[in-house]
C-alpha cells in the first residue's frame, strides 16, 4: 500500500489508453499480492498445522500445548509432518492473497473516487470487503487443506488434494460441501481483514506524515514517493496481524470445526455458526475452547502479516504499481 501521493500518478496514463492500462495494472497487482501471500503462508506452515490440530482436537495431540505439538509432530510423523497441507495451501494461498491484495487496491479507489467515502474508514471499509471477495473465490481449497493438514500418518483418508476433491465431493453433498462453514469464514474474514488493512494503513499514514525522516524512504519505483523502511513495514504488519486476530479468533476456531465435517466425531453438532459456537463453548469453555491455540495465533500472525504486508510493499516498488 503505497502512499497516498502515488494515487494520483497511477491515474495518469489512463487518459491513454484506460482499458489495456487497468488490466497490466491488475495483472501485477494479482502477481504482488499472489508473492506476497505465498511468502508469509511458507513462513508460518508449521504453526499453521499445529493450529488446526489443537483448533479441532485431534485425539493424537489433544491433550498437548502449541510447543508440546510442535515437538511431538515430527517425532510421529517426521520433520515434514509440519508442513502437511502445505502443498494444498500454495495452490490456495496465491490467489488468495493476489485477490485480496488486489480488491483491496480497487475497492479503496473506488470508495475514494465513487462513493466519496475518504480517510482512515475507507481501509476498513475496502478491507472487509477485499478479505470476503478473497474468501468466496478460494474456499473451497481452503477445505481441502483443512482435511489434508488434519491427517496424521498411518490414519490417511485422503491421498491427495485431487482425491480429497473427488470423496468431498461425492459424500458430502457435491458442491455444497466445498463451503462448510463458509458463513463463520465470512463474517469472521471482515473484521479480521478490515482490521489489518485499516491498523496497517493507519500506522504507515500516520508514521510518514509525522516521522518521515525517521521511518520513510523514497519508494524504488518513484523517489517523490515515500514508503515505510523495512523494519517498520514489518512492525507495523506485525501489530496490525495481532489486532485483527484477536477479535475473530472464535470466529476461526467454528470455521475450522465446520470446514472438518465428517472427520470429527461430533460433526452433526457443528452444523452451523451459532450451533457450533455454542457447542465449543459448553464442551471446552472460553479459554479451552473458543480461544483455543490463540499463543499459537499471535506466534504465527505476527510474522505472517509483517512478511505480507511487507513483501507486498517491496513487490509494488519492483512492479512499478506505487
Not at 491421498?159 to 465470512?186: D, V
Not at 470429527?264 to 473458543?290: A, E, F, M
Request: charged share 15%; aromatic share 12%.
Amino acid at each position: 500500500m503505497a502512499t497516498e501521493a502515488s494515487v494520483a500518478s497511477a491515474g495518469q496514463p489512463q487518459i491513454q489508453g484506460p482499458t489495456q492500462f487497468d488490466l497490466y495494472y491488475w495483472l501485477r497487482s494479482f502477481v504482488a499480492g499472489g508473492v506476497a501471500g505465498c511468502c508469509a503462508k511458507t513462513t508460518i506452515a508449521p504453526l499453521d498445522r499445529v493450529k488446526i490440530l489443537l483448533q479441532a482436537h485431534n485425539p493424537h495431540y489433544k491433550h498437548l500445548g502449541v510447543f508440546a505439538t510442535l515437538r511431538a509432530v515430527p517425532k510421529k510423523e517426521g520433520f515434514l509432518g509440519l508442513y502437511k497441507g502445505n502443498g494444498a495451501m500454495m495452490v490456495r494461498i496465491f490467489p488468495y492473497g493476489a485477490i485480496q491484495f488486489m480488491a483491496f487496491d480497487n475497492y479503496k479507489k473506488f470508495l475514494s473516487t465513487k462513493l466519496g467515502i475518504s480517510g482512515h474508514i475507507h481501509r476498513l471499509m475496502a478491507g472487509s470487503l477485499a478479505g470476503m471477495t478473497a474468501v468466496i473465490c478460494t474456499y473451497p481449497l481452503d477445505v481441502i487443506r483443512a482435511r489434508l493438514a488434519f491427517q496424521v500418518t498411518g490414519e490417511h483418508r485422503y491421498t491427495g488434494i485431487a482425491n480429497a476433491f473427488y470423496t468431498i465431493y461425492l459424500k458430502e453433498g457435491g458442491i455444497s460441501g466445498f463451503y462448510r462453514g463458509l458463513t463463520p469464514t465470512i463474517i469472521g474474514m471482515a473484521p479480521y481483514a478490515g482490521f489489518s488493512f485499516f491498523t496497517f494503513g493507519t500506522l504507515k499514514s500516520l508514521g510518514l506524515h509525522h516521522f518521515p525522516e525517521l521511518l520513510g524512504k523514497p519508494s524504488l519505483d518513484n523517489p517523490d514517493v515515500l514508503v515505510l523502511k523495512t523494519h517498520v513495514n514489518l512492525l507495523c504488519g506485525g501489530i496490525a496481524g495481532a489486532i485483527a486476530q484477536t477479535l475473530s479468533y472464535p470466529l476461526d476456531v467454528a470455521r475450522r470445526r465446520m470446514q472438518l465435517g465428517a472427520v470429527l466425531p461430533d460433526s452433526d453438532r457443528c452444523l452451523t455458526l451459532t450451533n457450533t459456537l455454542k457447542h465449543v463453548y459448553s464442551q471446552y469453555g472460553i479459554t479451552k475452547g473458543l480461544y483455543r491455540g490463540l499463543s499459537l495465533n499471535y506466534i504465527r500472525c505476527v510474522p505472517s502479516q509483517a512478511v505480507a504486508f511487507t513483501t507486498y510493499e517491496f513487490m509494488k516498488q519492483v512492479l512499478h504499481l506505487n
